[in-house]
């Protein structure tokens, strides 16, 4: 996988009274507009602020609000997730679900390009305000471990969680070498995007395999490095969430270089990531994808690029493991 947003208003200034009877009576009915206005007013900070009756729009930072842009950090070479498509535009499942989050949000999501392992640091810094990237949500991203060492490397982020996926493996159409299973891939060499959940399963698979047959790991900065690394012979295999894995499957070459081997592994949430501190915005992109999911627009975008079997019914918070 909270401060609320409340609105403050301010009492008008009041010219004091000067003079006849009638004008004193006249500011007295002045200021008790102006109280009723101001309940008024903090009747609807305490709707935001509690989040019962507010819109996701109203859950927004100001500073955000004002600006109307959330910046969006994400590896933008995985598709169907998210790519450049031959124009150059950034399309896929995330920047759809995007532009429909900003709809409920009053603001635009605009992407930027960067390396998967370098987005967390990027929130952090405050490059981005959030990030969309197949980012699977785990306890140890929330909370800042680095997954080998498991030492703690920094604050960790939140995650609303939108989408289920597993790891899958594929190799060259025809050319299984007998691979079916993680642990048949000991004595081969896997390409895989660096940090990731593939990675680290190849890191945790490899200590396993006996013989003195470990699994050598060739790790890259996106998906489609790994994915030209297979297909030219460089490697055995590759790995990677399971909608990636298809959609190489179903495209690459015209569906003719590659095969998914085996089953899914490591069924995961996805995750939007913000860094931690960040309720007010965490909360209004959580009731934006709760939105969306209710009004059937969710559906109608999963649908689009042929994903349902990892559809959810409710975002949830860091609710990783």
């Not at 004008?23 to 008024?40: E, F, H, P, R, Y």
């Not at 987005?119 to 997954?147: C, F, H, N, W």
Request: proline share 3%.
């Amino acid at each position: 996988m909270t401060a609320r947003k409340t609105r403050r208003t301010t009492a008008k200034s009041r010219i004091a009274a000067v003079g006849a009877i009638a004008v004193a009576g006249t500011m007295l009915l002045t200021a008790c507009g102006d109280q009723t206005k101001n309940n008024s007013s903090d009747s609807a900070s305490t709707k935001a602020s509690d989040g019962a009756a507010a819109s996701p729009a109203d859950l927004l930072p100001p500073e955000i609000k004002s600006k109307g842009v959330i910046k969006v950090g994400s590896d933008i070479a995985s598709p169907p997730v998210e790519f450049k498509d031959k124009s150059g535009k950034t399309v896929g499942i995330d920047p759809d679900l995007a532009a429909a989050l900003g709809k409920q949000l009053g603001v635009e999501f605009q992407f930027e390009n960067g390396t998967f392992d370098t987005l967390v640091t990027g929130l952090r810094s405050k490059r981005y305000d959030l990030a969309m990237s197949a980012m699977t949500d785990t306890k140890d991203r929330q909370e800042g471990i680095d997954p080998e060492t498991k030492k703690k490397v920094g604050e960790g982020v939140d995650f609303i969680d939108y989408f289920t996926a597993g790891v899958s493996i594929y190799t060259k159409k025809g050319d299984d070498q007998g691979i079916k299973t993680w642990s048949d891939l000991c004595g081969k060499k896997i390409a895989v995007q660096r940090n990731t959940v593939s990675h680290d399963l190849a890191k945790s698979e490899s200590k396993k395999c006996t013989g003195g047959k470990k699994i050598a790991i060739e790790p890259y900065d996106n998906d489609l490095e790994a994915q030209t690394r297979l297909r030219s012979g460089g490697a055995d295999a590759g790995s990677s969430d399971f909608p990636v894995a298809a959609y190489a499957v179903k495209t690459s070459g015209g569906g003719k270089d590659f095969q998914i081997v085996g089953d899914q592994v490591e069924a995961a949430p996805y995750g939007i990531a913000i860094a931690k501190g960040n309720d007010q915005l965490t909360k209004a992109v959580k009731a934006a994808m709760d939105a969306i999911i209710k009004s059937g627009e969710y559906e109608k975008i999963i649908a689009k690029w042929g994903v349902e079997a990892g559809a959810v019914t409710e975002a949830k918070l860091n609710g990783g493991s």
